[in-house]
C-alpha cells in the first residue's frame, strides 16, 4: 500500500454558524477531507487557545477553529475575543519558531456550506504541503 | 517631582519603618503589609502589622522575595474591599502583579495604598536560606553599590525597578542617593497627602535621583536586550524549547507560586491530563518510538505562556521556585515582551488598562484570519 500522506486535521466548529454549515455540505454532498475530526463548540471563543496546542502537540497536523463572521456571533462578541486569543497564541508559537501555519482560523456561516468544504479542502491541501507534524516523531516533547 | 531625604543610618529598612511609624502615628494608615524576617531568622515573610511597636522589626527591602507580595494582599481582600486603610509595602513587581489581579478581580484595590522602593534585585530564596548572615552582607553591597554577583538572572535584566509606569502612592528612591540618605516621594495625589499628614515635607527638588534611575534603567535594559537575543537563538524550534524545559519534572512549582496565577482549578492539573488508557500510551509510543512521563510538560509551559505571558510582569517567582533550575523566567520575559509589544501593553501599569484579550476593536488583526 503506497504511504500517501492524510493530513490529521482538528476542526474546532462553533454551534451557530461553522458546525452548521459543515451539516448543510454534507446534506448537500460537497467534499469535506475525510481526515477533518470535527469538535463541536458553542462558540469560537470557547476554545482556549491551549486546546489547540494540545491538539498540535499530541500530533494534529493542522488545526482550524472556525466561526461566525465578525459581527455575527450568537453571543455578540464571542468571535472578536476569539480572534484575540488566536493571535495571541500565533504569536507565541513565531516568538518560539514553531509552525504558526499549521493553525488556522476561519469565518463561516450557517449558510456557507460551499464555503466550509472549499476551506477545510484548501486547508488539508496546504497542510499536505507542509508535510506531517514532526511532533509526531519527537519522544521527549508533548 | 519633589520628595525628602531621609536618614538611613541604619539601613534601608530601619529609615522606612521610621516613615511607616510616623504614617501609623498620622492616623491616616490603619494597618500596614510589609515583609518581615521570620524568627529563626532564615526566610521573610509578609506580616499585616497593627501594632505600631512592631514596626519597629520590619523589613520592607528583604533581599530575598519568598511570598510575591501580590499573593498576600490577593488573601487579604479574597472577600472583597477591606474597611480599613491599608498601606502595603512592596518591590514594584509585587505592586504590579496586584494591579493584574485586580484586573482579574482577584484582589480589591479600594483602601489599599502601595509604597514601593527601588529594588535593586532579589537574591535566589535557596541560596539566603543556606547562609543568611553572609548573604545579608552581601545583599547589603549591593544596594551600596547598584550591582554585585547572587542577583536573580530576572532581577539583573528588570527595567521596571523603580516607580515608572508603576501605579504606586509613595516611593522610596534608594539609586545614587549618599550613603546612608534616601528620598521618599509622594507619587499620587493621595500619597502627597499621606505625607504631609504625617508631617513630612516634600519640597526637595529629585532630579539628581531620576537621573541615576534612567542610567541605572539604561544598564538593565542593555542587559535585557542581551539574554532576549541570546533566547532568540537558544528558545527558537521544538527541539532547543525540549532541551530548554528538558530538567522539568511537572511539579507545577512555577504555576503555584506565581502571582498571577489564581484559578482554583487549573486546567493543568484537570482530570484531561490523566484521562488517557493505557493503550493511548502504547499507541502515541509506537507512532514516536517512545513517549516521555510525565507527561505533557510542553502543553503545560507553552500553555502558561499563553495564559500568563500578557499580564507577566517579570518578578521570577516562578524560577525562584523551581526546584531544577529551569529558566521559566527568562523564557516568559522573552516571550512576554513579544505578545505585550503586540497589544501594545504594559502589564500593571493602570486599572484603567484592560487586560487585551478582555477586550476587542472591531476592525483589527485581519492577518490572523482567513480572508
Not at chain 2, 510582569?313 to 523564557?331: F, I, K, L, R, T
Request: glycine share 8%; hydrophobic share 35%.
Amino acid at each position: 500500500m503506497a504511504d500517501k500522506f492524510e493530513p490529521n486535521i482538528v476542526g474546532f466548529l462553533c454551534n451557530w454558524c461553522s458546525y452548521a454549515a459543515a451539516d448543510l455540505a454534507g446534506s448537500n454532498k460537497l467534499e469535506v477531507p475525510a481526515t477533518l475530526t470535527t469538535i463541536r463548540v458553542m462558540c469560537s471563543s470557547r476554545v482556549d487557545p491551549v486546546m489547540l496546542l494540545s491538539a498540535y502537540l499530541r500530533g494534529a497536523d493542522g488545526v482550524l477553529v472556525a466561526g461566525c463572521h465578525p459581527g455575527d456571533c450568537h453571543y455578540q462578541t464571542g468571535n472578536y475575543l476569539a480572534r484575540r486569543r488566536f493571535a495571541l497564541m500565533h504569536k507565541i508559537l513565531e516568538t518560539f519558531g514553531l509552525d504558526s501555519n499549521r493553525f488556522r482560523l476561519s469565518w463561516i456561516s450557517a449558510s456557507e456550506g460551499k464555503r466550509f468544504s472549499e476551506v477545510t479542502n484548501e486547508f488539508a491541501e496546504h497542510i499536505t504541503k507542509l508535510g506531517p507534524n514532526p511532533l509526531r516523531k519527537m519522544p521527549f516533547i508533548e | 517631582m519633589t520628595g525628602a531625604t531621609i536618614q538611613a543610618k541604619n539601613g534601608v529598612n530601619g529609615a522606612v519603618s521610621a516613615v511607616l511609624k510616623s504614617l501609623k502615628d498620622s492616623g491616616c494608615v490603619d494597618a500596614v503589609l510589609v515583609p518581615t524576617r521570620v524568627k529563626s531568622g532564615e526566610t521573610f515573610v509578609y506580616l499585616l502589622i497593627r501594632n505600631p511597636k512592631m514596626l519597629d522589626s520590619c523589613a520592607p527591602l528583604p533581599p530575598v522575595m519568598p511570598v510575591q507580595g501580590a499573593r498576600a494582599l490577593q488573601s487579604l481582600t479574597r472577600h472583597g474591599k477591606v474597611e480599613q486603610t491599608v498601606l502595603c509595602v512592596m518591590r514594584p513587581c509585587e505592586v504590579r502583579a496586584s494591579i493584574e489581579l485586580a484586573k482579574r478581580r482577584q484582589v480589591d484595590l479600594e483602601n489599599v495604598l502601595f509604597m514601593s522602593l527601588d529594588c535593586p534585585g532579589a537574591l535566589r530564596t535557596r541560596d539566603y536560606v543556606n547562609d543568611p548572615e553572609a548573604l545579608d552582607k552581601r545583599y547589603q553591597g549591593i544596594l551600596n553599590n547598584w550591582e554585585g554577583d547572587g542577583l536573580r538572572p530576572t532581577c539583573e535584566t528588570c527595567v521596571h525597578f523603580s516607580c515608572e509606569d508603576v501605579p504606586v502612592d509613595l516611593h522610596v528612591g534608594l539609586v545614587g542617593t549618599k550613603e546612608e540618605e534616601a528620598v521618599i516621594i509622594g507619587v499620587s495625589k493621595r500619597g502627597e497627602e499621606l505625607l504631609d499628614k504625617a508631617g513630612i515635607e516634600c519640597s526637595e527638588d529629585v532630579s539628581a535621583w531620576q537621573v541615576e534611575v534612567e542610567k541605572a534603567r539604561d544598564k538593565k535594559a542593555g542587559n535585557r536586550s542581551k539574554v532576549v537575543s541570546e533566547l532568540k537563538d537558544k528558545a527558537a524550534g521544538m527541539d532547543n524549547l525540549g532541551l530548554l524545559f528538558a530538567d522539568c519534572i511537572n511539579c507545577h512549582n512555577c504555576m503555584r507560586v506565581c502571582p498571577i496565577c489564581y484559578c482554583r482549578q487549573c486546567f493543568f492539573d484537570s482530570s484531561d491530563q490523566v484521562r488517557l488508557r493505557a493503550e493511548d500510551y502504547f499507541a502515541k509510543a509506537q507512532a514516536r518510538g517512545g513517549i516521555r512521563f510525565p507527561g505533557d510538560m510542553m502543553q503545560f509551559h507553552l500553555g502558561r505562556i499563553y495564559h500568563m505571558g500578557l499580564s507577566c510582569v517579570g518578578c521570577g517567582a516562578c524560577e525562584d521556585g523551581c526546584p531544577m533550575d529551569v529558566p521559566v523566567s527568562q523564557v516568559f520575559a522573552f516571550a512576554g515582551d513579544e505578545v505585550q509589544k503586540t497589544f501594545d501593553y504594559v502589564p500593571g501599569r493602570s486599572t484603567d488598562e484592560p487586560i487585551p484579550t478582555l477586550t476587542y476593536e472591531e476592525d483589527e488583526l485581519h492577518e490572523y484570519e482567513d480572508a
